[in-house]
């Protein structure tokens, strides 16, 4: 499977699809942090490369979800909500068929060899045990698209 990249590296202001579907986001975490996020309690992070892995089906589709993750000063919702001030957003990996594809792509993820979950981050309605990932490396969009057989744009994220 392919991937694909945004042309003009205008994070998600401009062409980021709109339409409904799933993603992987990718943050740099330079620093060690340790944040409170909600009931799930003191989480710590080290340095390396974290992916967390959502579905957009609502209003805005995509777009509008990728930019709200990205926004700092919003109402804390989410898990990742918690953590956004520690990571440095770097890409958005996302495909815009109409079938949710973040449990799968959690699967995959949990089945990468350097790959650590945050247990019960961002799976608190599923059966999945995270949907955040540790690597120490920086992971490749080609890399999921192999493991799923799903194709996946790739989106620099440049908004901060």
Do not use: Q
């Not at 990728?66 to 918690?82: C, E, I, P, S």
């Not at 490396?137 to 493991?147: K, M």
């Amino acid at each position: 499977m392919s991937t694909m990249r945004g042309r003009n590296g205008a994070g998600t202001s401009g062409s980021m699809a709109t339409a409904p579907g799933t993603y992987v986001l990718l943050f740099a975490c330079r620093v060690t942090v340790c944040r409170d996020v909600g009931r799930l309690g003191r989480i710590a992070l080290e340095p390396g490369h974290y992916l967390y892995v959502g579905s957009a089906f609502g209003p805005g589709g995509v777009r509008a979800r990728v930019a709200r993750h990205l926004r700092r000063d919003k109402r804390l919702h989410w898990h990742l909500d918690y953590l956004r001030e520690a990571l440095e957003p770097l890409e958005a990996w996302y495909t815009l068929d109409a079938v949710r594809r973040e449990h799968e792509f959690a699967a995959a993820l949990a089945a990468w060899r350097g790959a650590e979950g945050v247990r019960g981050f961002g799976s608190s309605d599923c059966a999945c045990p995270s949907h955040l990932f540790a690597l120490r490396r920086r992971p490749r969009a080609g890399r999921l698209a192999r493991s799923t057989g799903v194709a996946l744009a790739v989106w620099p994220c440049t908004m901060r």
